[in-house]
C-alpha cells in the first residue's frame, strides 16, 4: 500500500532561514488555509513549521472535545472570522477545553509533562519558537503509544462479536465477575437525563439543552470527551440509571465507530432495555437517517421532537421533557422505552417502541 498526500492548492512553500530545525519565509500572496487552524503569525504573513504544530494542537483538541473549533459562540453565535482573528493573534485566546477532559481523559494522566492536553497547550503556545517540533512530539508520544498497543484488551473485532450486552461493565450487566472499576467509584452517576448525541453533529444542541435541564435542577449526564477508561464505565452507568435518555438524532446517529460506546452502542442499550426515551429528530420529516438500523429504532409511527441543527431550541421542548420526567417518578430507569411526548409528522400521541436491535 502506497500513502498519497494531496493538496487543495493552499500549501506553502518554506524557502528561507532554518534554525533550531524551523524553516520560514514570508507570504506575499492572499493567505489562504481554513481560520480556525490557523497560527497567530500567519494572520501577518508569516509561516513556519510550527505553523503546522499550531494547526495540530487544533486537531488534538478536535479529539478531545469532538467539537469544532471557533464554531459557535457562548451565546450559540456563529464565529466570524475576524473575530477568530482577533482571538488568536490579539487576545491570544485558543478553543475552550472542558474541564471534563482534564479530570477523565486517559491521555490526561499519562506520563510525559501532563499528557495530551499538556502536549497541545505546547503546540499552540503563541511564540512559534516556543513550539516543539514534530520530531520532539513523535518522542512524547511514544510511551503512550506503547503503552496503548499492550494494554489494550478488547479489539474491534471482539466488540462486533460480543455485542452490546457485553459492553456494559460487569457490576450493570449482572456479571458475578469483578470489574476494573465498581459502581460505588462513580458517585453522583444516577442522573435524571442522559442525552444522547453524535459530538460532530450536535455537541451545541446538547450543551445548550443541558443548561436549559440545568436551570431547572434537573442532574444531566452527557459526555463531552472521547470515552475511555472510567469514563468509558461513567457513560455505560449514567446511561443505565438514568431516568430518561435524551436522543438527539442527527443525520449520522446511530453509526457503529471503533469506540466501545457510540450512539450505536447507546441506541441499542436504549431500545433493547425498552429504557424511557425522549426523541429529538433533527433532520427533516422528509430525509432519512444515513443508518438504516436508526431508521428502524426510530419509525416515523412513534412521536418525536422536530429540533433543526443551528436552530433554537423548539418552544415546549423543555416542559414537554419535564412533563414525561414527571410521569416517570423519581426512581432509577426502568420499564417500556417509549418515544417523548413532543412534535411528530403525524401529530399523534406517544407510542411505546417494543423494537429490539440486534
Aim: aromatic share 8%.
Amino acid at each position: 500500500m502506497q500513502a498519497k498526500v494531496s493538496d487543495f492548492g493552499l500549501a506553502t512553500g518554506l524557502i528561507g532561514t532554518s534554525t533550531a530545525g524551523m524553516t520560514s519565509r514570508t507570504k506575499t500572496h492572499a493567505a489562504g488555509g481554513t481560520i480556525a487552524y490557523r497560527a497567530p503569525e500567519t494572520f501577518g504573513g508569516t509561516y513556519t513549521t510550527a505553523s503546522e504544530v499550531y494547526s495540530y494542537a487544533i486537531v488534538l483538541w478536535e479529539l478531545l472535545t469532538g467539537g469544532r473549533p471557533w464554531h459557535r459562540d457562548e451565546n450559540g453565535k456563529p464565529f466570524m472570522e475576524v473575530h477568530v482573528m482577533n482571538l488568536v493573534a490579539n487576545r491570544r485566546k485558543r478553543p475552550e477545553l472542558p474541564s471534563v477532559a482534564a479530570s477523565s481523559s486517559p491521555a490526561s494522566r499519562s506520563r510525559g509533562g501532563g499528557g495530551i492536553i499538556a502536549l497541545m497547550r505546547r503546540c499552540w503556545l503563541h511564540e512559534p519558537k516556543k513550539r516543539p517540533t514534530f520530531a520532539h512530539i513523535i518522542e512524547l508520544l511514544q510511551p503512550d503509544v506503547k503503552r496503548l498497543s499492550t494494554d489494550a484488551t478488547v479489539s474491534l473485532s471482539q466488540v462486533q462479536e460480543m455485542g452490546h450486552s457485553q459492553l456494559v461493565p460487569e457490576p450493570l450487566a449482572g456479571s458475578r465477575g469483578s470489574s476494573s472499576t465498581s459502581t460505588s467509584e462513580l458517585p453522583g452517576l444516577e442522573p435524571d437525563v442522559f442525552i444522547s448525541f453524535r459530538f460532530g453533529e450536535a455537541r451545541t444542541e446538547a450543551l445548550a439543552l443541558k443548561a436549559a435541564l440545568d436551570a431547572r435542577g434537573y442532574s444531566v449526564f452527557m459526555s463531552e470527551v472521547s470515552p475511555g477508561g472510567v469514563l468509558q464505565k461513567s457513560i455505560a452507568y449514567a446511561l443505565s440509571k438514568c431516568r430518561l435518555a435524551v436522543v438527539l438524532a442527527t443525520k449520522t446517529y446511530g453509526r457503529q465507530t471503533n469506540g466501545l460506546f457510540c450512539t450505536w452502542a447507546e441506541m441499542n442499550f436504549i431500545v433493547g432495555k425498552r429504557k424511557p426515551f425522549y426523541l429529538v429528530r433533527m433532520i427533516p420529516f422528509d430525509d432519512e437517517w444515513v443508518e438504516p438500523v436508526t431508521e428502524m429504532a426510530f419509525p416515523k409511527s412513534i412521536m418525536m421532537q422536530l429540533w433543526l441543527p443551528d436552530t433554537p431550541m423548539p418552544d415546549g421542548m423543555l416542559d414537554a421533557i419535564e412533563t414525561k420526567l414527571n410521569t416517570l417518578g423519581s426512581g432509577s430507569g426502568g420499564g417500556a422505552g417509549t418515544a417523548g411526548s413532543g412534535a411528530s409528522g403525524e401529530g399523534a400521541g406517544a407510542r411505546d417502541c417494543e423494537l429490539e436491535l440486534s
